[in-house]
Nanobody, 129 residues
Framework: VQLQAFGGGLVQAGGSLRLSCAPS????????MGWFRQAQGKEREFVAA????????YYTDFVKGRFTISRDRAKNTVYLQMNSLKPEDTAIYYC???????????????????????WGQGTEVTVSS
């Protein structure tokens, strides 16, 4: 299974980008999908996640009100609409997916890297000031 992420690019501060991500290869039953990002020299951090069936969304504080995660179940695609971008949003953005039948682990939740089973290759977002 591979996750293909698209939509990154160079944008000026205040601008918008829309990332998309879909799995390819072997199909699986999705429980949740999420977006993380990793800036140069920093650890990968949680951005947003969505419960695939119910549609409940989760955000980290620094993107609330600016980013929106959504999913299209028919297309099996997750999106991240990013508005009011700031230079500090510059990073490689990764999408991730958790299977419905993954082994539960109370130590990990939707905002944890270890919660997810599959990862995309990343798409680079650069926000200029």
């Amino acid at each position: 299974v591979q996750l293909q992420a698209f939509g990154g690019g160079l944008v000026q501060a205040g601008g918008s980008l829309r990332l998309s991500c879909a799995p390819s290869g072997r199909t699986f039953s999705t429980y949740a999908m999420g977006w993380f990002r990793q800036a140069q020299g920093k650890e990968r951090e949680f951005v947003a996640a969505v419960n695939w069936n119910v549609g409940t969304t989760y955000y980290t504080d620094f993107v609330k009100g600016r980013f929106t995660i959504s999913r299209d179940r028919a297309k099996n695609t997750v999106y991240l609409q990013m508005n009011s971008l700031k230079p500090e949003d510059t990073a490689i953005y990764y999408c991730a997916a958790r299977r419905t039948y993954s082994r539960p682990n109370p130590n990990y939740a939707y905002d944890s890297v270890s919660y997810y089973d599959y990862w995309g290759q990343g798409t680079e977002v650069t926000v200029s000031s």
